[in-house]
């Protein structure tokens, strides 16, 4: 009979804990979608990106298989597989880095 009070127990702490963590990514994908960025989109190529948006601040090299390619804005980087772009990744402004 102590031992269902102990794991009922225990399950009751853990509860606040994974709670806290669902809102914290929620607030922070809410923040990146809230952001009027302009950026390349998933499915454009490395082509249409560089007529869009201007040569990057950095080309870095492929690494490996399938190549992934990172180009680095001043306000995101873009991966592209091949010569389409996989995501964009905000960068985080120096105040909110330092939170």
């Known amino acids: 009979m102590k031992h269902p009070l102990i794991s009922l127990a225990a399950c009751t702490l853990l509860l606040p804990v994974s709670g806290m963590s669902d809102v914290l990514l929620i607030d922070a994908v809410k923040a990146e979608q809230q952001a009027n960025i302009p950026r390349p989109h998933r499915g454009e190529t490395m082509k249409a990106v560089e007529q869009r948006f201007g040569a990057?601040?950095?080309?870095?090299?492929?690494?490996?298989?399938?190549?992934?390619?990172?180009?680095?804005?001043?306000?995101?980087?873009?991966?592209?597989?091949?010569?389409?772009?996989?995501?964009?990744?905000?960068?985080?402004?120096?105040?909110?880095?330092?939170?």
């Open 56 to 99: 990057p601040v950095t080309k870095h090299a492929a690494v490996g298989d399938p190549p992934i390619t990172r180009w680095d804005y001043p306000a995101y980087s873009v991966y592209f597989e091949y010569d389409r772009v996989l995501t964009t990744v905000l960068k985080r402004n120096k105040a909110s880095s330092s939170q």
